[in-house]
């Protein structure tokens, strides 16, 4: 019912890092289209989702005036594009496996080393909004005595363009002792792209380098 208003401009505000494209793309109104409040609020959603701002707000400038034509605005804020995360202290293995065939009183089927405590410390990096989109990069490490982890993943939640693909490339080197049982590192490689068919399924194609020593 009433008059019908239509969109003069959109107007963006909030950004620093991020590329405006990847913001036009989630926006679901335009110049010219008839003002519509479900597609303002289906945009804020969308951005939300991008999962780079901590605040989306929109609103219709003068939403009581009686002009035929009214701006929109679309004011963001980005989130943090790093995240650390660090921890410390020690870990402890102890105990022995249980004898077993062939074995005599005071032997142990343990292969490595013996009980003892290590200290560790853990350090994750993360980047989000990397290059000014979706993608990110996230460092994962552990370093002490029973066990030493590098690995690096890339992200790109929209592969080739594609809403429905999701890629992920990782990578790193560990090196794990278990006291008890082995010892054993590893060089590894994956590259995944995850396809969502419909609303119900998920393919997931993997390729998966380990080189374990």
Known sequence: EGHQVTIDHVLLSGLVHTKP????????????????????????RNLYN????????????????????????????????????????????????????????GQTAAQNGKAGVSPRVALDVSRINFRGTQQSLTLHTTFGLLERVATLTFNNPQFLGKPYLTAAVSGGYSNVQNITTFQASTLQGDFRVTEKYKKADTFIYDFLYRRVS
């Open 21 to 44: 494209a990847v913001v036009q793309q989630q926006i679901l109104v335009h110049p010219e289209d008839p003002l519509d409040q479900a597609a303002l609020l289906q945009t804020q």
């Open 50 to 105: 991008l999962a780079l701002f901590n605040e989306v707000n929109t609103a219709v400038q003068n939403p009581r005036g009686n002009a035929p034509e009214k701006n929109v605005l679309v004011q963001l804020t980005e989130a943090k594009r790093w995240d650390v995360t660090y921890g410390f202290g020690f870990e402890a293995q102890t105990g022995t496996p249980s004898l077993g065939p062939g074995l005599k009183q």
